[in-house]
């Protein structure tokens, strides 16, 4: 057991096995942000959260980037509290503020299918932003069924396991993990 399971052993079990500790993660956000500071120098930048899988990486992303920028959020759905993408995306809350105009980063939390984020950055197309992009903590291409969706920053490329941890859920529990973890117990039921 590493001392990072040990240290947080009341939210996880002998499922679970870290795939990224919370020193890499922090690491790899600090890098991100850099990046995208550079990339949007005098931009209007607007920071859309992909809810709720997402709200711990925006959190920390937004604090990594130095520029003024405005954040807002959107929630979708495809999976319910399944663990497989059913396909049909349905928006359960929309932006609040226009992004006409402004230069949009969409935040996820991980992209797998694509279905959702494509669903997605198609309604946001329609909205007259200057430009969109995608940034995700995590990209899992193996069950990509959108092959031509582009992800313009991202955290980590992970194999076709389902995790959890650090806003990822398996029916809304584990979100409060500071690390990434596969979840062995979904593995054995694929």
């Not at 663990?83 to 230069?103: A, C, F, M, N, Y």
């Amino acid at each position: 057991m590493t001392t990072e399971t040990k240290k947080y052993t009341e939210f996880t079990n002998p499922n679970l096995e870290i795939l990224f500790t919370a020193e890499q993660i922090k690491e790899r956000v600090a890098q991100l942000g850099k990046q995208i500071t550079k990339d949007y120098a005098d931009k209007d930048l607007v920071l859309v959260g992909v809810l709720k899988g997402s709200c711990v990486f925006l959190s920390d992303l937004m604090r990594e980037i130095d520029l003024k920028l405005s954040i807002d959020f959107m929630a979708v759905s495809s999976y319910k509290d399944a663990q497989v993408s059913s396909g049909d995306v349905e928006i359960l809350k929309d932006l609040t503020h226009p992004i006409r105009g402004k230069d949009v980063i969409v935040v996820e939390d991980i992209v797998d299918t694509g279905l959702t984020l494509s669903h997605l950055l198609e309604l946001l197309k329609t909205r007259g932003a200057n430009s969109l992009k995608v940034a995700t903590l995590l990209d899992k291409p193996e069950p990509r069924v959108v092959k031509n969706l582009k992800i313009d920053y991202c955290g980590f490329q992970i194999p076709n396991k389902f995790v959890v941890g650090y806003g990822l859920d398996a029916a809304n529990r584990y979100r409060n993990l500071p690390f990434i973890a596969v979840l062995k117990e979904a593995q054995s039921a694929e």
